[in-house]
């Protein structure tokens, strides 16, 4: 069973901070997705990461993914508190294709103060 | 395109009450799913679809079905309510599951009641 784990699970940052949130799977995987979801709202992508290595990054966001270690990251730059929200990490865990049969971590709350 | 769209909103069922969320995509997109979201556990597989006439269990199926008939529809029945339905239900529906992998999007949640 594949488990996925993201850590933390609560972030409370000042405002130009830097900080990293983590996402570690437990089976093999070549698929890794991230999500931002603001309160009662739905989830919105940020990022696709399908290779060992990729890395993607969109303004103050940068997402990358070591499939080996089986570890992913999303790495803030300079917080600020429009980043407020709930990240997740989903990973598809069929390999050499995808079946998006997506399992998510549970989530970590950012909190970004002035 | 509207998306994917959910109906209804917002919902209080009765233990035992029986209701369909229905979820519809104008983007002809062959993969379609559902999860729920509880607090503090992400979100959990449902039920999905690969394509009209084909659907397949996820996570956690008991208490779900669903059928596709069309492309664009994809509803969420639920048998006999009980209280450990309570959560928010999100629809995904992603292009081609056979194409270079791209994102799920998702509708914006039907928030269930059971009482």
């Known amino acids: 069973e594949l488990k996925v784990e993201q850590n933390p699970l609560f972030l409370s940052m000042q405002e130009g901070k830097n900080y990293t949130i983590y996402c570690n799977y437990s089976?093999?995987?070549?698929?890794l997705y991230w999500y931002r979801q603001d309160p009662g709202k739905s989830l919105e992508s940020l990022f696709v990461?399908?290779?060992?290595?990729a890395v993607k990054q969109e303004g103050r966001l940068m997402a990358s993914l070591d499939t080996k270690a089986r570890l992913s990251t999303l790495h803030i730059t300079a917080a600020v508190h429009d980043l407020s929200a709930t990240y997740f990490c989903?990973?598809?865990?069929?390999?050499?294709?995808?079946?998006?049969?997506?399992?998510f971590g549970k989530g970590t709350l950012l909190t970004v103060n002035p | 395109n509207a998306g994917v769209t959910q109906t209804p909103k917002f919902q209080v069922l009765k233990t035992g009450q029986s209701m369909t969320l229905q979820c519809a995509q104008d983007?002809?997109?062959?993969?379609m799913s559902w999860y729920r979201q509880d607090p503090g556990m992400g979100l959990r597989l449902i039920h999905y679809?690969?394509?009209?006439?084909?659907?397949d269990q996820g996570e956690v199926p008991n208490g779900y079905n669903v059928s596709r008939s069309t492309t664009e529809d994809f509803p969420l029945r639920l048998l006999s309510a009980a209280p450990s339905q309570t959560s928010v239900y999100f629809c995904?529906?992603?292009?081609?599951?056979?194409?270079?992998?791209?994102?799920?999007?998702f509708g914006p949640g039907t928030r269930l009641t059971v009482l």
């Open positions: 995904a529906s992603t292009p081609d599951v056979w194409a270079l992998p791209d994102t799920q999007y």
């Open positions: 089976t093999t995987s070549d698929r």
């Open positions: 990461l399908l290779s060992n290595g």
């Open positions: 989903a990973v598809d865990p069929y390999r050499g294709g995808s079946n998006y049969k997506l399992t």
């Open positions: 983007m002809n997109h062959e993969y």
């Open positions: 679809s690969v394509g009209a006439g084909i659907t």
